[in-house]
């Protein structure tokens, strides 16, 4: 039976063609550049098992198999390290395949964000009613938010999203949240959505970030809106649909780390902030930013 106070299956969208990246993307996935030595892909199994998932719906394009193949065992790599005393990098290597259960679902076509997650459906069980999404481009910490998000859907029912304070001159980046206030300072109702709005026509400064935990009746609610720009099926119209219905929806307000993995323009400072907290590495980066910072201040200082 399902367990109201965890989750079970988290959907991953990872069928993008990763354009910002290229060319590094021609042939490695953008979900399994490394930030320091882990890929992102990686990272969000690890957050997933942290909430309690044991199932990660991971959804590809048809010629992606590697995001699933690091989810594989690797027994000869393996073998190989143990047998050359690298028992830690054997160890690392192990890890991906005892985190999560990762099963692939194809998507055939970029059709939005919408449209991928309306065919993890088929990989859920009848019991299970409500679910996750983690976008891959987003790292949050601490980890614990989907597990919050979780006691929030306990409390109110609905569906339970993410949200982050950004600048309000830079609000039109983002979906927008139109909310009320709760009895808790970290927990709003949402009202609406808004799309990439004006910064004089947002009506705040919470944006979503990739993070949700969603009722099944999402499912249902995909089916029923039209597609938009580029015949793509926008998760945001199916959610602000659900509100005019009076769905339950609400927001908890994130107030640790986000980095957007999505771009070099937040990759980059993932990387650094993890490899300065990196024992190993950690250190000497110090050291090493400190001086790449001097010979760079009089041009960009």
């Known amino acids: 039976m399902a367990n109201s106070t965890s989750v079970r299956t988290v959907v991953v969208p990872a069928a993008g063609m990763g354009t910002r990246f290229l060319p590094a993307t021609k042939t490695v996935p953008k979900e399994l550049l490394p930030v320091v030595d882990t890929p992102g892909i990686e990272m969000i199994a690890e957050e997933a098992a942290g909430a309690g998932a044991t199932r990660l719906a991971i959804v590809t394009s048809p010629n992606k198999d590697e995001v699933m193949r690091h989810f594989d065992e690797f027994p000869e790599l393996v073998e190989i390290l143990r047998a050359r005393g690298k028992d830690e990098l054997a160890t690392k290597v192990e890890r991906a395949a005892q985190i999560i259960q990762p099963v692939a679902v194809v998507q055939d076509k970029p059709l939005g964000l919408g449209h991928a997650v309306g065919l993890a459906e088929s990989v859920l069980d009848d019991s299970e009613e409500f679910f996750a999404v ?29 949200a982050v304070e950004v600048d309000p001159a830079h609000v039109s980046n983002y979906g927008v949240f139109d ?77 640790g780390i986000r980095h957007d993995l ?12 993890f490899g300065l907290r990196h024992p190993k590495y950690g250190p000497a980066l110090f050291r090493d930013i400190e001086e790449i910072l001097e010979k760079y201040r009089p041009q960009l200082g």
Request: charged share 25%; no cysteine; glycine share 8%.
């Open 134 to 162: 983690m976008l891959p481009d987003d790292v949050i910490e601490p980890t614990a938010a989907m597990s919050e998000m979780i006691r929030v859907r306990q409390e109110h029912g609905g569906s339970v999203l993410l």
């Open 179 to 255: 909310i009320e206030t709760t009895e808790e300072d970290a927990v709003k109702k949402v009202v609406g959505m808004v799309e990439k709005p004006a910064a004089e026509d947002a009506p705040s400064n919470l944006v979503a970030t990739g993070r949700y935990l969603l009722d099944r009746s999402i499912f249902d609610a995909l089916r029923r809106i039209e597609p938009g720009k580029g015949g793509e099926l926008q998760l945001t119209d199916a959610i602000d649909l659900l509100i005019s219905e009076g769905h339950p929806v609400h927001v908890v307000v994130h107030d």
């Open 262 to 273: 999505g771009n070099p323009a937040g990759f980059i400072p993932a990387s650094v902030e």
